[in-house]
């Protein structure tokens, strides 16, 4: 029962200064604070915090440490190698992970290999080292993908385009990995994928490489493949009598755990494609993936970065809209990348000075393994402004890879966007004008402690209202679907209180402005394209109108108690037994009192008894079968590419002639008189930049 407060073992290692192996053999164990008397399972789970250089300084204490490191390999298969590049001086290190399948170690070797003869000369004397290095790296891609347990990443680093003349070094990693599994060297269905994926983005090779490809892959059990497949067979289906069967399929594969395939699946029920499904189980099975994500509060996380804080992270997003906008990227990447930057900060201290460069090696990578058309890392150290260099990137590209373990693909508010709006059948117009609101609110940190399907959920009803509101010549009754009511697993209160905050921030409240007093509105001239319907030009609605169409109090739509209590109750929601949020969820659900029997209109003097019966109704707690009859929803938090140097394009190419976005100033009211690295007078800005605030 001693309470004398124990040291870091990061203390016991600097106290005691060995010289030799023979000396740290002959430290007894019992002098060292009480550390000698642990138990070894309980040594084993406090080093586990250790990144891997201190494991070394760790075997060097005493004959125990040293046992307990070494003989433990998911110490070294797990330890963060953060900060920590390829190099000579710590070459050991990085192969004693890479053996223990350390998939950081073995992402940052491969980027390091990838990328090491890029900045020399390609003359003959050099061509030796230049196989050598591209064979390297794609075995440590392989052995990345071997190792790896999310959806299949690697083939975004070394997928086309290409550099033409046969020098590309990419084009030289893919030919290795594919040599590797025709000779039967690699057989697993990770690395076949990679190939497959590879060759779809290919012009010169023929899809039905591609497609074969990827049948090898399914046939050794990847479930990202067989998805591959079912996805080319719809596009090529003309045949309405083969919907059930692909219904049947679909099913099939988010049973096994396909991330992508619960996702469709989702929205293919959300049109009542159910495949023979009862309504009720299929109306579950969309409650069930609505609940997956918990919040990430990303406005406490913030707190504990010593330079940076919500108003940073409200003017990066801002300004990736601009890069998303200048690139023509989809509304899911801008999330996708946000939602990186967002996951790195929660694992990882950063300097102020490279929020930029996280957002926009995020984009970076995002953009190659979502989309087709990619960022160079020419492109992302331009669109800084050089703010950064090209080494820069290609090392960020490694720490957040490794930091995130290649997990790049996670459920956003984009996404939950789109199963709902399926549910709710709408149309193109609230669609856009829900995708306008789920950016504007990825702006703001304070969201980020509702669950994201919950914010999604919000900005469909309040895109739903206010449109309504808008083509309504006369005071009328607005209903809200009731396929969406059915699907929606949060309290009543709890959505209308989110619903009101995101028109309170997100519309009625001014947008935050730059050093130079200017009005950060990227996401407001983006919707304003006709691209986009230009959502963003529709008059919003006061937060009274708001209160008036739903039927209640406008402080209840402000109101942060009961949303405070209902997010401490999450952990119930993400179980493994799906039971358990059923019944939880059904008391909070009661606590709040809910009267289905209501409905909501938009006017004054409705009565009590105006109830009206028919295909719309009142939010409600879904009331649907038992929750054992339906699959299983699991998330798995699954799941890039770009130009090497020889590939550099003048800046004017890159862009279409348009100019560079700025660097981000000085970001925040933290250190205003420290300058951010590369910063120059607001004068020589070629676009305006993130400010102070």
């Known amino acids: 029962d001693n309470r004398k407060r124990l040291p870091s073992p990061n203390a016991v290692c600097i106290g005691w200064q060995l010289k030799s192996a023979e000396e740290c053999m002959d430290v007894d164990c019992d002098t060292l604070h009480g550390f000698g008397t642990l138990p070894d399972e309980l040594l084993v789970c406090t080093f586990a915090y250790l990144p891997a250089k201190d494991l070394v300084k760790l075997e060097q204490v005493c004959r125990r440490f040293n046992h307990v490191v070494a003989s433990c390999g998911q110490l070294w298969r797990r330890a963060s190698m953060a900060g920590t590049w390829p190099s000579s001086a710590v070459s050991r290190l990085f192969h004693r992970c890479k053996q223990a399948g350390n998939v950081e170690a073995l992402i940052k070797s491969a980027i390091a290999h990838l990328y090491s003869e890029s900045r020399s000369g390609r003359d003959d004397s050099d061509s030796d080292v230049y196989m050598q290095c591209s064979e390297k790296a794609a075995l440590h ?310 669950p994201p399907a919950l914010v999604a959920l919000s900005c469909l009803l309040l895109a739903l209202v206010t449109l309504h509101k808008n083509s309504s010549s006369v005071i009328d009754v607005f209903c809200i679907p009731h396929t969406l009511v059915e699907c929606c697993p949060f309290p009543q209160q709890m959505w209308l209180n989110c619903t009101g905050q995101v028109l309170s921030k997100c519309l009625l409240e001014e947008a935050l402005r730059d050093h130079r007093n200017v009005p950060l509105k990227a996401i407001f001239d983006r919707y304003r394209d006709a691209r986009f319907l230009s959502v963003s030009s529709v008059q919003s609605i006061t937060m009274d109108d708001l209160a008036l169409v739903l039927g209640c109090d406008p402080l209840i739509l402000l109101s942060d108690d009961d949303t405070t209590h209902y997010i401490h109750n999450l952990s119930f929601l993400s179980s493994s037994d799906h039971q358990a949020p059923a019944k939880s969820l059904s008391l909070l659900t009661e606590s709040f009192d809910i009267d289905s029997s209501l409905v909501v209109k938009s006017g004054a003097g409705l009565n009590a008894e105006d109830n009206i019966e028919g295909s719309h109704t009142l939010i409600r707690s879904p009331e649907c079968g038992p929750a054992s009859s339906v699959p299983d929803v699991m998330e798995a938090d699954h799941h890039m590419d770009e130009l090497t140097p020889e590939e550099n394009m003048e800046d004017g190419e890159k862009c279409n002639g348009r100019q560079p976005l700025a660097p981000i100033g000085n970001l925040g009211e933290r250190q205003m008189d420290e300058p951010l690295k590369g910063q120059r007078d607001d004068s020589e800005f070629c676009s305006r930049t993130m400010g102070c605030i």
């Open 141 to 450: 891609f392989m052995a990345t993908d071997e190792n790896h347990s999310h959806r299949p990443f690697t083939w975004l680093l070394y997928r086309s385009p290409w550099a033409p003349g046969g020098s590309c070094c990419k084009a030289a990693v893919f030919k290795h990995v594919q040599s590797s599994c025709e000779r039967g060297e690699k057989t697993t269905g990770n690395v076949l994928f990679c190939v497959a994926k590879a060759l779809s983005f290919n012009e010169e090779c023929e899809e039905s490489e591609s497609i074969r490809w990827m049948e090898k892959a399914a046939t050794t059990g990847s479930l990202n493949a067989a998805f591959e497949l079912w996805q080319i067979q719809q596009e090529n289906s003309f045949d309405p009598s083969s919907s059930l069967h692909s219904i049947r399929s679909l099913r099939e594969l988010a049973t096994r755990g396909c991330f992508e395939a619960q996702m469709e699946l989702c929205v293919c029920y959300g049109r009542g494609d159910t495949g023979g499904l009862p309504h009720n189980h299929a109306v579950q099975y969309i409650s069930q993936l609505l609940m997956v994500r918990r919040p990430t509060n990303m406005w406490r996380i913030l707190e504990t970065q010593p330079d940076l804080n919500t108003n940073m992270r409200y003017i990066l997003f801002d300004w990736l809209c601009e890069v998303a906008e200048m690139k023509l990227l989809s509304s899911l990447v801008l999330h996708s990348a946000m939602e990186c930057v967002d996951r790195y900060l929660s694992q990882r201290i950063l300097p102020r000075s490279q929020l930029q460069l996280l957002g926009v090696t995020c984009m970076v990578l995002l953009a190659r393994f979502l989309g087709k058309d990619i960022i160079t890392i020419r492109e992302a150290a331009w669109l800084t402004d050089s703010t950064y260099a090209y080494e820069e990137v290609v090392r960020m590209m490694g720490e957040v890879l490794g930091a995130l373990g290649g997990n790049l693909r996670i459920t956003t508010i984009a996404d939950y966007l789109r199963i709902l709006t399926s549910v709710a059948h709408a149309n193109d117009q609230v669609h856009m004008y829900s995708c306008y609101l789920g950016e504007l609110a990825m702006l703001h940190a304070h969201f980020t402690h509702f």
